[in-house]
C-alpha cells in the first residue's frame, strides 16, 4: 500500500511512502487482538480492592440475645455477616491482575491492529515536525489543517519530542506516544492514526518478519 505524505498544513509535499503487506496488510486475527487489549487493560488494574471479614471488623463480641427462646435463629457475634456493618463474605482482596503474553502473539495483534487502520483507511503519514515552543493552539491548527479537529487520533513520533506532547496533553480527544510506547489498545482506540514519516521505517524494523 502506497500513501501520499502530508505536511502539517495539510497540504501533499508529493511524497510517497510504501506500508508494507506483512505489517499493514495482513489477514487480522482478532483473538491475538483480544488477548492483547485484554492484558494491557488487566496490567493498569491497581488490584488494591479490599473488604473486611468477620475477624477484621470492629465490634462487640458480646454475645448479642440468649441462645435459645427467642424464636429466631442463633446469632452469637455483631460481626457476623448476616448484620449490617458486619464483615463480608468472600469479599475482594487485594490481588495482582496482570498475566503473561507470548512476544510473538502481542506482535501479531499490533500488526493486525496496524492492517484494520489500513484497510479502513485510517492511517496518515505526516512529514516530520517539531515545535519551537508549547502551544496548544498549534497543536489544534494542525489537527484543523488535517481535518481531524473532531476525531479522536493518535500521533506516533519517531522519536520524543517534547514541545509536541506538551502542546497536545491538555486536548482529551488527542494523544501523543513514540514508536516505542505503541500498544495495539492505543492504535484501535483512536480514529484516526498519525504516523510521523521517518517512524514508518522504525515499525518496519521493529514489527517486520
Known amino acids: 500500500m502506497e500513501l501520499s ?3 502539517i498544513e495539510g497540504k501533499d509535499t508529493g511524497k510517497k511512502i510504501e506500508l508494507v503487506d506483512s505489517i499493514f496488510g495482513i489477514e487480522p486475527n482478532d483473538h491475538a487482538i483480544y488477548l492483547d487489549v485484554k492484558q494491557h487493560l488487566a496490567n493498569k488494574r491497581q488490584g488494591t480492592h479490599k473488604s473486611k471479614e468477620k475477624w477484621e471488623v470492629n465490634a462487640s463480641t458480646k454475645k448479642i440475645k440468649r441462645q435459645k427462646g427467642t424464636g429466631g435463629a442463633r446469632a452469637g457475634s455483631i460481626k457476623s455477616p ?5 464483615g463480608r463474605v468472600f469479599g475482594p482482596q487485594p ?3 496482570s498475566f503473561k503474553l507470548n512476544k510473538k502473539v502481542k506482535k501479531l495483534a499490533r500488526v493486525s491492529a496496524l492492517s484494520y487502520k489500513a484497510k479502513n483507511q485510517q492511517i496518515i503519514v505526516v512529514e516530520d515536525f517539531n515545535f519551537d515552543a508549547p502551544k496548544t493552539k498549534d497543536f489544534i491548527k494542525i489537527k484543523n489543517n488535517l481535518q481531524i479537529i473532531d476525531k479522536k487520533s493518535l500521533l506516533v513520533l519517531s522519536s520524543q519530542k517534547k514541545n509536541i506532547y506538551l502542546s497536545s496533553r491538555n486536548l482529551h480527544n488527542t494523544k501523543v506516544i513514540t ?5 495495539t489498545y492505543d492504535i484501535l482506540n483512536n ?3 498519525l504516523l510521523e ?7 518496519n524494523k521493529i514489527l517486520g518478519n
Do not use: A, M, P, W
Request: proline fraction near 0%; glycine fraction near 8%.
Open 82 to 86: 448476616v448484620f449490617r456493618g458486619g
Open 5 to 7: 505524505v502530508i505536511n
Open 197 to 203: 514519516e521517518s517512524s514508518i521505517e522504525i515499525i
Open 179 to 183: 514508536i516505542d510506547e505503541l500498544t
Open 95 to 97: 490481588r495482582d491482575y
Open 191 to 193: 480514529s484516526k492514526l
